[in-house]
Structure formats: structure tokens, C-alpha cells
């Protein structure tokens, strides 16, 4: 299993040396002083990542334990949260989305519903006074306060 | 030949930069305190907000040089309180750290380790001032051929050094450098990598980049580790935090000699705290240990990786403003950031920006002075720290992040980055890379392809300019020699007991 996991990382690392090799090709410099150019270093790399795929192809070696499936929907969990998160930080303003997300991240890290709530109201409002008035950062203030006003 | 210094002084003593000193150290500590949070994520996170301050480079780098030597002193926390390593380069100090602490002497240890970083940084931070110029004057006779080699000297050196694979040590190098060269080339304007988007036309930004592999992987990780009973272990009583003099005469040869094993080691490019603690303290362990007391709490065993990983902190600057090329992960962050001010590290720097350079130095003697008065006092409010859920610092850690990379260009294409980054650091961390060298990569590739195209421009391509010099010829011997010499060594020792 284990040595597995670097087989695939092998073969998907020798793909990725490929593509970086055969993209290098299409680097076209009608007229340079430079006599490397852009293209060498790129090739260069791909071949040296090429060599040390084929050594982890042949010797996998043991890597970290990988997370049951419980934990996998967890952590896919968390990135959905934190995409979700991306998604409405300019649509909803800073404060909103912030305090969701930071509601939904509290949650799914074992915290009560209260404990989650309360911490995503205190910390919400006092990093948007952090941000916006000491750091003098502009955070985004949402779409529906101008779509109200 | 100590003008720098003077300079330097007369910069770091504003009032302001006093301050960011302070405020530095201070909070790099309460981030090394934080469970996984080692420097290189603490600089990483907070590197952002300190751009938005608006200050000068020098102030700015003084503040991240206080977060870097402040979170060093901090990893030891969770490492003697809780058996947790706050991160890489305190692995060493759990080994007798968490014995003295379960023998009811959480109090002492905290401030003998305390005195031992204070120490250990005092003599790389000494090494620094003294032999930084000097190689400064050297490296001035560096070509772009001589640096060039140079960077192959430290690939080598951090292959072989960093993490436990060194195949996947490399590995992680040659992505990071790949990384780099996403984006618009600056040498003839074609666009590499970029796949027809716009946002990657200037490339991955820095902040991204680290952001992305440091905070958000961390997020990740932290997840997994939630059940993990290490996590919820009772904290031990801290008691008293003052050391006795007693104490501290009993270890000095243990802190003087790994102080000195841990600058060495830092000054070597690509090696950090992590091997610094490592090697000092098997050396300790084979110089000292007569009663078979290491490991079961031995004072020795302690004050040896504390001083040796921040020594090895301080030495790690010196590669980094003499050649611009950093000694460490953290050090090439903050060579990142340097550059972000259009500063490229190098010989010219005691002499251009000697300013910089030497308020930095100076910096550091104040940051050290700083975190033992600091640390000895304050142990006991600091470990408080470790008691933090993780439900509060998970969301915390995620809002700085977001609030950090979309203050950039107030773009949300870049924290989509940032988390699609973050999903490759995670996975690369399960295979067992080290984004130490990742970042290394990142920030030396695209130096190191630089001085390639130069040399190879001065010579008009031919590729024996990169062997014509005598330190070049040197550099390729050393790298040889690092790379196998290892491998070479074990097969003798091998044939001989054989």
C-alpha cells in the first residue's frame, strides 16, 4: 500500500516531467542574445525529475500513514468550507462570510454549537476591527450592503 | 571593519524598531508555542500583515527575523510539555525534555532550555558578526557562474541533510524550482507555464505560495491529528521557571560545543534546525553520557538541541546575506521576503544596504537579549498557549490566511491558489516530502537559472565557464563529495566489519 502510493507519485511525477519537456518545445524567441534562452533550464529539469522518478518507480520506499475514509470526508469537508469560504468572501463582506465560516471550522473541529457560535461572532468582529482599522487593510464589505443602500 | 554594526545599531535602536523587535519576539514565541505551528508557518502567516503596516525594509525584516528566532525559542514549549514537537527542530529537545517534565521538573527545564537558546544564538549570532563580512569579501570574486555552481553545492548539501529520503528531497526541490518558473520569462518575455491564464502571468506570488503549502496544509493536517491522544495529554504543573546557576555551570560544555556544532551546521546552505538539533545531540549522547542518563531526563540532553537548533537559526543568516542563498526553509522565506522589497541578498549587501544587513545583526542580539527576559519570567503564561483548541486556532490560522493572500491584489483567484496549494502541500507531506525544500526551490530556482543564462551569456555558450575558476572547481568537488560521500562511507564501514 504504502509502496504503492510511491509507484503512482513515480509514474504521475514522469507524466508531469513529459508535459514540461514537450511544453518547452512550443517557447518560440524569434531573435535573442541569450544563447540558453528559455528553454533549456525547463528541459533540463524534467530530465533530472524524469531520472528521480524512475529511482522511486524502482525503490517505493514507506511514507506516512494516509487517513481512513471517516477522516478523508472530514478533510474534504473542511475544503469545501474553506472554498465555499472564497466563494462568498466578496459576495457576502468580510464580517458575514467570515463569521460562517469560521462557525462551520469551529464545528467540524469538535467544538459545541455554542462554543462554535460564540467563537465565530467574537472573532468576526474583532479581526474586522483588527483588519480595517489598525492594519488599515479594506476588506470586502459585500454586495447585499450596497444592494440595500 | 565593525562599521556595519555600529550602523546597524543606530537602526535597530529607534524606537520603532524596538519595538518590532519586541513585538516580534514576542509573538514569534506565542507562534512556536502553538502546537505545529513551527516558524516557517508562523513567518508565513504573519508575513503578509506585516507588509500592510507599510514599513521600510529594514524594520520589516527585523520584525520577521524576531518572529523566526522568537518561534524557535517557542517550539520547545509543546516538545518538553507535551512530548509534541512545535515543530522540526525541536524533535531532539522531546527525547529528555518530556522525561524531566513528567519528573515534576517542567519549571527547570523550561528555563534551562531558555538559557540554552540564549546561549547557543549568543555564539552563532557572535560567529555571524565576525565571519559574515568576511565571506562577504570573498563572495564579491563570485561570478554568475561561481553562484551558480554554488546553488548545485547547497541542492546537494540539503539533499543529502533535510528530510529522511534524499530522493524525495530532491524531488521536492526540482517542483519547487518548477513552480518558480511559472509565469512571464525575464529574459525574453515568453510566457511559461502559464496555461493561457492571466493570473499566472506574473507567476505564483510568494505569499501564495507559502501561505498555500505552510497554513492551509497545516489546517489539513491538524484535522487528521484531532483523536490523536497526544493532543489532549495532561499538561504537566510548570512549578518554578528559574534555573540555578548550579544547573546551568552543569551543562555549559554541552551548550558551547553544540552552539558552535548548531552555527556550522545553520551556516551550511540548505540545512537547518532539525539536523543542527539532531547532530549535537548525538554527539552529546556519545561525549557526555557515562550513565546511560540520556534520554531519561538528563539536563545535558535538553540544553544540547536547544542551543544547537538556535544557533543553528542565527548561522543560517550567514549564507543568506553573504551569497543569497539561504541556510534554511524559514531563511528562504525571509530572502523572499527581502526580495518582495527588491533586495536581492548577496556580497553587496554590507556594502549597499548595510543598513539592512547590519540592523538586522543588530537586531538579533537585541531579540536574543529580548526573548530570555521574556522567556524566563513568562514560561508559565506561554504554555497557557498550548491549552488553545484547536477549534478556536484552526479557524484563526484560516482567517489570517484568507485576509493575508486577499489583501495582495484584493483578488479572489489568489485564494483559490492559495487553497489548491495547500491541497498539494497536504498531499506531498503524506508522501513524505519536507516543504522546507520545496520553498528552497522555489526561491533559489529562479536565482539559479538567472546566473546560468548569465554565465552562459559571458562565455557565449560554452559551458566551460562553469568550471574555468578555482572556487567553482572547489564547489563541484563538494558537491560530490556531499552527495556521496555518505553512501561511500557507509560501504567502508560496512566491508570493514564485514
Redesign the interface.
Known sequence: MMRA??RI?GIA?LG?AAF?AV??QS???PF???????KA??VG?AI??AL??L??IL?P????Q??SAA?CC??VG??VI??V??LL??RLGYTLS?GL??LC???????SWV??LV??VV?AVV?YFL?SDV??????SGQWLTALS | MFDFLIQGFDVALTPLNLGLAFAGALMGTLFGALPGIGPINGIAILMPLAYTLGLPAESALILLAGIYTGAEYGGRMSSILLNVPGDAGAVMTTLDGYPLAKKGMAGPALGLSAVSSFIGASIAILGLTLFAPLLAKFAVMFGPAELFVMMVFAFSSMAVMMGKDPIKTAIGAVLGILIGIIGVDSGTGVLRYTFDLPELYDGIDFVVMIIGLFAISEILLMLESRHNPAGEAEMPVVGRVLVSMKEVLFCKAAMLRSGLIGFLIGVLPGTGASVAGAVSYTTEKRLSDTEGTFGEGDMRGLAAPEAANNASAAGAFVPMLTLGIPGSGTTAVLLGALMLYNITPGPMMFTEHADVAGGLIASLYIGNLVLLLLNLPLAGLFAKVLTIPRWVLVPAIAVLSFVGVYQLHSDLSAIYLMLVIGVVGYLLRKLGFSLATVILGYVLGGLMEDNLRRALSISGGDLGILWQSGISIGLWVASVVILIGPWLWGRVRRSMQA
Open positions: 502510493a510511491d507519485l511525477l508531469l514540461v511544453q518547452a517557447f518560440y524567441v535573442s542574445y541569450d544563447p540558453v534562452g528559455p533550464f525547463p529539469l533530472i525529475l528521480l522518478s529511482v522511486l525503490r520506499g514507506p511514507n506516512g494516509w487517513p477522516t472530514r478533510l473542511v475544503l474553506m472554498g469560504y472564497a468572501f466578496t467570515t465560516a469560521i471550522l469551529a464545528r467540524s473541529f469538535g467544538a462554543k462554535a467563537t465565530a472573532m479581526t483588519f492594519l488599515e487593510i479594506s476588506l470586502p
